[in-house]
């Protein structure tokens, strides 16, 4: 089984770096990558290689079911305490009846038209684990001939949420005092010290 590793880490920075390692393979079958939104992201705490691997996978699905001379989009957008991440494909799209299967070990569409790709049917799979470790969620929309679409939803502070522990103990604020009071009652504790 694989274990993550949380970490804090720039989502954007990644995202970028991923499409960028991605662009060789969509560029040999002139297919055109598109980002938008990856760019004033926040830091995120998660596994970054496993983050990582994800959006490859999710990427080289895309461009590998894409039409030559199509374009296949990364979008990422913070919403509340998560950011959902889509990568969209105008690619060959799926069928309704197989979207359900989508993310299950060895699962491919199978068809005539279909079968002419290569792969274990591994990838999705992969990503699902991945993301559910994270405490997140993949989403997946299809329609035959029209393309794919597969979003992520990954907490921002990790599984186990944002815990920032007080520096020191808090009191509790029982009165109010004015400036004027602030700076008296200071002078009257250096007056006694002294």
């Known amino acids: 089984m694989y274990e993550i590793i949380p970490e804090n880490f720039s989502l954007s920075n990644c995202l970028q770096k991923t499409t960028a390692i991605m ?4 560029s040999k079958n002139a297919i055109t ?3 938008s939104g990856i760019d004033d992201l926040p830091d995120i705490v998660a596994d970054e290689r496993a983050l990582k691997q994800i959006m490859i996978n999710l990427l080289s699905n895309a461009i590998k079911f894409s039409n030559e001379q199509g374009m296949v989009s990364v979008e990422a957008q913070r919403k509340a305490r998560t950011i959902a991440i889509s990568v969209t494909d105008k690619g060959i799209g799926i069928s309704p009846e197989h979207l359900q299967n989508l993310g299950k070990p060895f699962f491919q569409a199978d068809s005539k038209y279909d079968r002419k790709y290569e792969g274990t049917g591994l990838g999705l799979s992969v990503v699902k684990g991945l993301v559910e470790l994270h405490g997140g969620t993949v989403n997946f929309a299809s329609e035959r001939g029209k393309g794919t679409k597969v979003t992520i939803v990954l907490p921002i502070f990790g599984k186990t ?4 522990p007080a520096e020191f ?10 400036r004027k009071e602030v700076v008296e009652d200071e002078l009257r504790i250096l007056r006694n010290t002294a």
């Open 33 to 35: 990558l598109h980002t």
């Open 161 to 164: 949420g944002r815990r920032v």
């Open 23 to 26: 662009q060789g393979q969509a």
């Open 169 to 178: 103990n808090i009191e509790k604020v029982t009165s109010i005092q004015s």
